[in-house]
């Protein structure tokens, strides 16, 4: 079958199991499954030899569980075919991705119960890879805390472009691939962000870089509901769904970038604004130097 065909397909299949409210398209049912599936039988493997960890691993993997089952709500579930007609719903899905199934996938470090549901050779293989020099560097850089929020918030603002939302709309390799971004983006944006054991010290840059990204969000949204005019009259054409003109159906999208949204971006900001300083107060010294 080629490429296209394969993703003929499986909008077919959307197409049909969009009366029941469901699009099970393979190109997205396929990877979650065996995500979960290899998460599952790696995840079993470290629990067992863990020990003292057993705790660290079982809240990892309820923070593993939550992501993927906000990936399933947003790509699978019937939010996924109404957003195909309504704005506000699409505006959801978008935000599962970003703000709900990125962070708690990345806050899961799911990459050693992975790598450990592979064959002992598959790992060396994929360890040897991921030393090589090239792809350190890639990595040192792509990792850095100002290139992925840029990154991230390239995505989101190049995405809600007229011309490629619609695209995206029309044609279904475009509209994976904005997903794709979404959530790619995303999950480097909060796996570089959210603290680790031992970078305490990097909480200060983290704080300044959720606050700037939920102000520029934000402003995505508020031009939503402010401007006079459709941007996207293809995703508005089943607003009358939900009791709505298509310009109501486009504020109520703005607002839900700017209000739910841009709060889980500050509120993150504040939580580790305060671990920061708590953590902070914990490495001065407890007694003042006697002069």
């Known amino acids: 079958m080629s490429f296209d065909a394969l993703f003929s397909t499986s909008i077919c299949y959307g197409n049909d199991a969009r009366q029941a409210g469901w699009t099970p398209a393979l190109p997205i049912t396929l990877p979650l499954a065996v995500l979960v599936s290899l998460y599952i039988a790696g995840a079993s493997r470290l629990w067992w030899r863990s020990g003292r960890g057993r705790p660290l691993r079982s809240r990892q993997a309820l923070l593993f569980v939550a992501g993927w089952a906000g990936l399933m709500v947003a790509l699978v579930s019937p939010v996924h075919a109404l957003g195909e007609h309504v704005f506000a719903a699409h505006m959801i899905e978008h935000e599962l991705l970003m703000a709900v199934a990125a962070p708690l996938l990345a806050a899961s470090r799911p990459t050693a119960a992975i ?67 979404f959530l790619g983006t995303g999950l480097l ?32 949204g508020a031009l939503f509901v402010v401007s006079p005019r459709l941007w996207y009259p293809e995703n508005a054409v089943g607003s009358g769904m939900w009791g709505l003109s298509p310009l109501e159906d486009q504020q109520l999208a703005g607002l839900m970038m700017w209000i739910p949204a841009g709060l889980i971006y500050g509120g993150a900001a504040l939580l580790l604004a305060a671990f920061w300083i708590r953590t902070s107060g914990r490495r001065q010294p407890s007694h003042l130097p006697i002069l």
């Open 115 to 181: 790598m450990w549901a592979l064959p002992a050779r598959l790992r060396q293989t994929f360890g040897a890879v991921g030393h090589a020099t090239v792809l350190r560097a890639v990595w040192a850089f792509m990792s850095r805390p100002v290139v992925a929020t840029v990154l991230h918030g390239a995505a989101i603002w190049i995405w809600h472009v007229p011309v490629l939302f619609e695209a995206a709309l029309q044609q279904g390799f475009l509209h994976y691939a904005q997903h794709a971004s």
């Open 189 to 220: 944006f909060w796996w570089v962000l959210l603290p680790r054991p031992g970078r305490e010290q990097d909480c200060g840059g983290a704080v300044m870089h959720l606050f700037f990204t939920s102000l520029h969000t934000g402003l995505l």
